[in-house]
């Protein structure tokens, strides 16, 4: 299974153990995240995204909003701290844009980093398929 994933996170993606991640951009204090693929698979079809107001201040660990699928609802959890510069506002409409393409059209919010040097604590992707095959 961790093949198939490791082919389609994109190398600049870190990821938490509740699955996660944070896209680093050319901008180093600005980042986007969103739900890893596998995440995505494992809910199954999203119905429903809850996002948070632009302008909120996060702090890592943070949950900043829910999804529900099919199978289950969950909360979102910040992998980084910092604001809410972005949401994705075409979830409210397209919520199934999460499982056609998490790290592309199915992001979530961006955060402008209040501590750059969290991104050091995220798993690369080498690390999180790891975390994967042990959980399995």
């Known amino acids: 299974m961790s093949s198939f994933i490791k082919d389609i996170i994109p190398e600049e993606g870190r990821l938490l153990e509740t699955h996660e991640y944070v896209l680093i951009g ?3 204090d ?3 995240v969103g739900i890893s693929h596998f995440a995505a698979e494992s809910l199954g079809d999203v ?8 302008g909120l201040t996060l702090e890592k660990g943070d949950p900043f909003g829910s999804i529900e699928s099919v199978k289950a609802a969950s909360d979102l959890y910040s992998p980084v701290g910092g604001e809410v510069v972005a949401i994705n506002m075409k979830l409210e409409e397209e919520p199934e844009l999460v499982n056609d393409n998490c790290y592309g059209d199915g992001w979530m919010i961006e955060i402008q980093l ?3 040097e ?3 604590e995220l798993m690369e992707p080498e690390a999180y398929f790891k975390f994967l095959d042990n959980t399995q």
């Open 47 to 54: 119905v429903f995204v809850e996002l948070p107001e632009i």
């Open 118 to 120: 969290e991104l050091n």
């Open 26 to 28: 050319d901008e180093d």
């Open 30 to 32: 600005r980042v986007r």
């Open 114 to 116: 209040s501590n750059p």
